[in-house]
């Protein structure tokens, strides 16, 4: 008699502690066909407001862009250009956010 098992959809695809799209933007936008176009700069602002506080911007960025960086050969200007955002977004870490902000604050100090 063969063994069945349980796995979830959720199962196969949590890669993380995280949900990387956690309202699925990023997905809609890539599958998306070229007749509906949403701004990708408006899908790339809802999508980092929709991820959770605790978890850096650009690593889901990175993740998103490993998952979807093939599929974006076969997509429409819109899913080229969210992928574009995404991989500026992942060039900033938190780590190196950071460093810009402490080094702005002391810019401002000795220009004021």
């Known amino acids: 008699m063969p063994t069945t098992v349980n796995v979830s959809l959720s199962d ?8 990387d799209d956690p309202k699925s933007i990023i997905h809609q936008m890539i599958m998306m066909d070229a007749v509906r176009f949403t701004p990708a700069e408006d899908a790339i602002l809802a999508w980092i407001l929709s ?4 978890l ?3 690593l889901a ?28 977004t992942a060039e900033y870490p938190q ?7 402490r080094n ?3 810019r401002r ?4």
Request: glycine share 2%; charged share 35%.
């Open 12 to 19: 196969k695809f949590s890669y993380s502690r995280f949900n």
């Open 51 to 54: 991820l959770p506080n605790e």
């Open 56 to 58: 850096d911007p650009a």
């Open 61 to 88: 960025a990175e993740r998103l862009l490993n998952k979807y960086e093939d599929k974006a050969v076969k997509s429409n200007e819109g899913a080229l250009k969210t992928l574009s955002f995404l991989r500026q």
């Open 95 to 101: 780590s190196r956010l950071s460093r810009c902000r």
């Open 104 to 106: 702005s604050r002391t």
């Open 109 to 112: 100090r000795y220009h004021s």
